[in-house]
């Protein structure tokens, strides 16, 4: 369900960052063991052979509060996502990629997890935006939209009600990346995800270069 359209009058030009679950912690969680080695609580595992870092992004499921009161189930579904090329666009070491949508589950919390990419690669972009708390329907705020690069060892947790882009891949060297996505579902289409449209939406500038974004 499409709640709004908004109406920006301009691109306004957002500058991805790299993923960390410090960067991100206000939309949700990562899954990143090369940032949280060491900083996560962890034990032994596997007779020694593992490390297990314990509680290491939310899990939630509101569905309780859904005015349908249509049961819902846990999924693990499977996302193929392909680089969106026709709205990317390439100039010296940086790209742009026009961001023209947002998304919420309100209910649940969402869980990329990219498999079989080179952890060392910067593989997706995360978009994501702070709820406008003002508005009756919590829609997102325009002015207040962020965008992390993630390579291909991370993973991400949107929070539930957290305003997100669909998955952007932008490593345009592969056919696809396939991501295992983990979320509570009841069939209920708005109660499943909500959806804003922005016009002429936003441009995003990452750098695939490994000195740089």
């Known amino acids: 369900m499409v709640l709004k359209t908004f109406e920006l009058g301009k691109r306004p030009h957002i500058v991805?960052?790299?993923?960390?679950?410090e960067a991100f912690a206000p939309y949700g969680g990562v899954?990143?063991?090369?940032?949280?080695?060491h900083g996560a609580e962890s034990s032994s595992a596997?007779?020694?052979t593992a490390t297990k870092l314990h509680k290491v992004a939310p899990v939630s499921n509101n569905y309780s509060n859904a005015p349908s009161g249509k049961k819902e189930t846990a999924n693990w579904n499977i996302f193929r996502c392909k680089a969106p090329s026709h709205l990317i666009k390439h100039g010296g070491s940086r790209s742009v990629y026009l961001c023209k949508v947002l998304e919420r589950h309100p209910f649940t919390t969402q869980t990329f997890l990219p498999m079989g990419q080179d952890l060392r690669k910067k593989s997706f972009l995360v978009i994501?935006?702070?709820t406008d708390e003002a508005t009756p329907e919590k829609l997102?705020?325009?002015s207040r939209i962020r965008a992390f690069l993630c390579k291909g060892n991370q993973s991400v947790t949107y929070g539930a009600g957290t305003w997100h882009a669909p998955m952007v891949v932008v490593d345009e060297t592969i056919p696809h990346l396939?991501?295992?996505?983990f979320i509570?579902?009841?069939g209920v289409a708005d109660e499943?995800?909500?959806?804003?449209?922005?016009e002429p939406g936003y441009n995003v500038e990452y750098s695939l270069d490994s000195s740089k974004l």
């Open 16 to 21: 991805a960052e790299p993923l960390t679950p």
């Open 31 to 37: 899954i990143s063991a090369d940032h949280q080695l």
């Open 46 to 48: 596997n007779y020694g």
């Open 128 to 130: 994501v935006a702070q």
């Open 140 to 142: 997102p705020d325009p």
């Open 178 to 181: 396939d991501f295992a996505v």
């Open 184 to 186: 509570h579902e009841n």
């Open 192 to 198: 499943d995800c909500q959806e804003c449209y922005f």
